[in-house]
């Protein structure tokens, strides 16, 4: 109980201080870049880590997303708000419409299926160009919380105002995932991802619960790609190509897939990671690899509880 | 009306005939065992009658109603529940809440209270845990509660099983085995704790290697061998029936002759 509010408190306080260090503006943008990537992360710490399922796939949400932004407000006219809700619903709707067949069979036939799904979506937005502009990408109309925000004395730069709203974003994310864990729900994903047969002996309909946390995660990869739409002002089918969804799984994974923390320290380094070594040009890719090759082959577990368990010694 | 009545149950795995037309009654509050020697097809009955495998032939009827080859789940839903000769434990979570998961059915709420962690969710997981508490004491385990429940020994983690499978409050349990792996102290534990859950009204279905605890707690004994019933009956009965004798004595003949 505590452990969950220590963890929200520190991340609060980290999106709250860190723009105090900050040495110029840009570094607004990776912060929300940082907190979108976490965001759809910690969707996948809901699936893989509590629930012990893996999704190759979930870029196709974050694609559906962050396109509902894009097509939304154009031809229906619906405030941008209103997509991000619309797409999370679509993507809400198209997980259980995949996931209720394959999640009754028992092994990685989800990660197969997912696979699948998140080509199909990035293959529909590349060639349906009457409708998404294909691989050029499309415009995203204005959010316009941020006019709003100015008529009422609170006049933020663009940069300032998507940290802001992405980190709550981020922190809303956060604390449903915390819930969760601790939850009846929470439980029950934990327990069949420790033994599924037990888990039915207990009464739990694994099927069914297996479901909710696909569909769970795939509408915080939804919003997430409807945020990072919204920020950018423009997207691309890239958003939701098959290199986006490995990536949101490197990042649980380095960070350690169990945990919500991990999400967070996972997204934020390989986010990171790569502006930093832009200095390094051509070998960007290669660091990238070792850094993910030696952590999983030291710290198996990810980064957050490889170091919590080294901190606590090994009483536990 | 029994409470748990098992009726021509049979199984074929490609051509042989694992189990074939076995029955018996098990009645409130009674611990019934079946024996035999390896192979007999014991466990082979278990996943049949819990679920785990469609049963080719006869019925399972608990409580007058027909459950047969029903999901583990569902039959849990319906007052049966069991344990596994190589222990299914969640070694992920703590041994609280691996006997808090025991509650699931009656905990389980709307997955959105859960998320927003509304009073109910809260008070859904608090009602577990004080029960959970509960039942860690009933079987000796309640120093260990907040211990990863992977680290805690053999022993102990029988126990745990033991007391997961009792939040149900199931009306048969069944255990595949509970003694398995045990020293003689942590067996005489196991032993007086199945007595006692008996005693309070819960059938107990028993598959257990250890003859002397079968012959001291069963009411009644079921004898297979060869996929068949051999015998039944009380243990004295079931301890001097020729056939049960032949079975045991022959088995190791068979052994020999395959080996």
Redesign the interface.
């Known amino acids: 109980m505590s452990q969950k509010h220590a963890t929200l408190l520190v991340l609060a306080a980290l999106i709250a201080l860190s723009p105090l260090f900050f040495p110029s503006g840009y570094y607004y943008r990776i912060g929300a870049l940082m907190f979108v990537n976490a965001l759809a992360v910690t969707g996948i710490v809901i699936l893989t880590g509590y629930a012990g399922q893996i999704s190759l796939g979930h870029a196709g949400f974050a694609g559906i997303g962050g396109y509902a932004c894009a097509l939304a407000p154009v031809h229906w006219c619906l405030p941008p708000a209103l997509a991000v809700v619309l797409g999370a619903a679509i993507s809400a709707v198209l997980a259980w419409l995949v996931g209720r067949p394959i999640l009754r069979l028992k092994g990685y036939y989800l990660g197969v299926a997912s696979l699948g799904f998140g080509i199909l979506v990035a293959m529909v937005l590349n060639n349906e160009r009457w409708l998404t502009k294909g691989p050029d990408g499309i415009e995203v109309p204005d959010l316009g919380l941020r006019g709003l925000l100015k008529d009422v004395g609170l006049d933020l730069s663009n940069g300032e105002f998507w940290y802001g709203l992405t980190g709550i974003a981020l922190l809303v994310g956060a604390w ?1 995932a915390l ?2 864990y ?7 994903l ?2 069949l ?3 599924e ?10 099927a069914r619960v297996k479901l ?1 946390a696909f569909v ?1 995660s795939a509408v915080y990869a939804s919003v997430a790609g409807s945020l990072l739409a919204l920020q950018n002002k423009f997207i691309t089918p890239d958003v939701a190509g098959f290199m986006h969804s490995i990536e949101m799984v490197t990042m649980a994974v380095l960070g350690g897939v ?1 945990s919500v923390p991990g999400a967070v320290i996972g997204a934020g380094i390989l986010t990171l990671l790569p502006q930093v070594l832009t200095v390094f040009a051509d070998y960007e890719q290669v660091i990238l690899g070792l850094v993910m090759m030696l952590v999983m082959i030291f710290l198996p577990q990810g980064l957050v509880p490889s170091v919590l368990r080294k901190l606590r010694g090994k009483d ?1 | 009306m029994s409470l748990l009545e098992i009726q021509g149950l049979g199984i074929s795995f490609g051509g042989l005939k694992a189990v074939q037309d076995v029955s018996f009654k098990v009645e409130p509050g009674e611990i019934v065992s079946v024996i035999g020697p390896n192979g007999a097809g014991k466990t082979t009955l278990f996943n049949m009658i ?1 679920g ?1 495998y469609q049963p080719g032939a006869g019925r399972v009827v608990l409580d007058g109603q027909d459950v047969t080859g029903m ?3 569902r039959l ?2 319906r007052g049966m ?4 000769q190589n222990l ?6 703590t041994v609280l ?1 691996n006997a ?3 509650f ?2 009656r ?3 709307p ?1 959105l209270a ?4 509304l009073p109910g ?1 809260r008070r ?2 608090r009602a ?1 845990e004080a029960g959970a508490r509960a039942l860690l004491a009933r079987v000796g385990l309640e120093r260990a509660a907040d211990r ?1 429940a992977g ?1 805690l020994s053999y022993g102990s983690l029988k126990r745990l ?1 033991i007391a ?2 009792l ?2 409050q199931p009306k048969v349990l069944l255990l595949d085995e509970p003694a398995a792996g045990c020293n003689a102290v942590e067996t005489e534990e196991i032993d007086r704790l199945i007595a006692e859950v008996a005693a309070s009204g819960t059938a107990i279905l028993l598959v257990e290697h250890d003859m002397k605890m079968v012959m001291r707690i069963s009411n009644h004994i079921v004898v297979l061998d060869h996929g068949e019933k051999i015998a039944e009956g009380a243990p004295l009965e079931v301890s001097r029936n020729p056939a049960v004798i032949a079975a045991y004595l022959g088995t190791e003949e068979a052994t020999h002759a395959d080996g």
Do not use: C, K
């Open positions: 449903l819930n969760l601790h939850s009846p729900t929470g439980r029950a934990r327990a991802h420790g033994s047969v037990a888990a039915g002996t207990v009464g739990i309909d694994v909710q769970i169990g536990e | 819990s785990v999901e583990p789940f849990a839903a529940s069991r344990t596994f299914q434990i969640f070694q992920n979570m809440e808090a998961s025991g699931h059915l905990e389980r709420g997955v859960d998320l927003l962690n969710a859904r997981a577990a990863q680290n099983e997961r499978a939040a149900l």
